[in-house]
């Protein structure tokens, strides 16, 4: 199975940083790669999915790109409200793994 | 508004069994794939199953695999989870969420969770 490793684990950031979460696949993946902002106590949501495209909703200071075994997701200028834990999530051959999560948390 | 509503969680004990429930409603859920997706307490998000629009495929994490069994209702709006041979390891919240579509197309994210539904394994 396709193990999904984060990086950082942690990072402390400022309102207006521009922050970059990683996520490297043991394998080589396809382009089904998503990203979830989950804040404490709630569901996870939905920011970006197939490596790069937003989500409808979702403010344009997030971006994601990469390809093979390397993704990235982009906060352009950080606001408040982003300091929550990030994940990412691949699909391949009918299985779907998670990231072990980035908590981002304010400087 | 779209909405997934997760019910069924609770304390059992461990080799116990217990069937969760998640009610859809405000989209066509027979047009859609659909998953359970776990995360054990201060832990991170565990994929645990997904079951296709018609019910004719589905699949599950090595974790659960023999254990647990995915299946819906499109008449009720309704997916379910059956656990058997819960246990301690299986205490989580549970989720179940929709998988992104696009036209047709499975775009293997998934767009609407519920509120999520708390199993607490232990004697």
């Known amino acids: 199975d396709i193990q999904m490793t984060q990086s950082p684990s942690t990072l402390s950031a400022s309102v207006g940083d521009r922050v970059i979460i990683t996520c490297r696949a043991s394998q080589s993946i396809s382009n089904w790669l998503a990203w979830y902002q989950q804040k404490p106590g709630k569901a996870p949501k939905l920011l970006i999915y197939k490596t790069s495209s937003l989500e409808s909703g979702v403010p344009s200071r997030f971006s994601g790109s990469g390809s093979g075994t390397e993704f990235t997701l982009t906060i352009s200028s950080l606001q408040p409200d982003d300091f929550a834990t990030y994940y990412c999530q691949q699909y391949n051959s009918y299985l779907y793994t998670f990231g072990q999560g980035t908590k981002l948390e304010i400087k | 508004q779209v909405q997934l509503v997760e019910s069924g969680g609770g304390l059992v004990k461990p080799g116990g069994s217990l069937r969760l429930s998640c009610a859809a409603s405000?989209?066509?859920?027979?047009?859609?794939?659909m998953s359970w997706i776990r995360q054990a307490p201060g832990k991170g998000l565990e994929w645990i199953s997904y079951i296709s629009s018609s019910s004719s495929h589905t699949n599950y994490a090595d974790s659960v695999k023999g254990r647990v069994t995915i299946s819906r209702d499109n008449a009720k709006n309704s997916l379910y989870l059956q656990m058997n041979s819960l246990r301690a390891e299986d205490t989580a919240v549970y989720y179940c969420?929709?998988?992104?579509?696009?036209?047709?197309?499975?775009?293997?994210?998934?767009?609407?969770w519920g509120q999520g539904t708390m199993v607490i394994v232990s004697s």
């Open positions: 969420a929709r998988v992104r579509e696009d036209g047709y197309n499975l775009i293997h994210a998934f767009d609407i």
């Open positions: 405000v989209f066509t859920f027979s047009d859609y794939y």
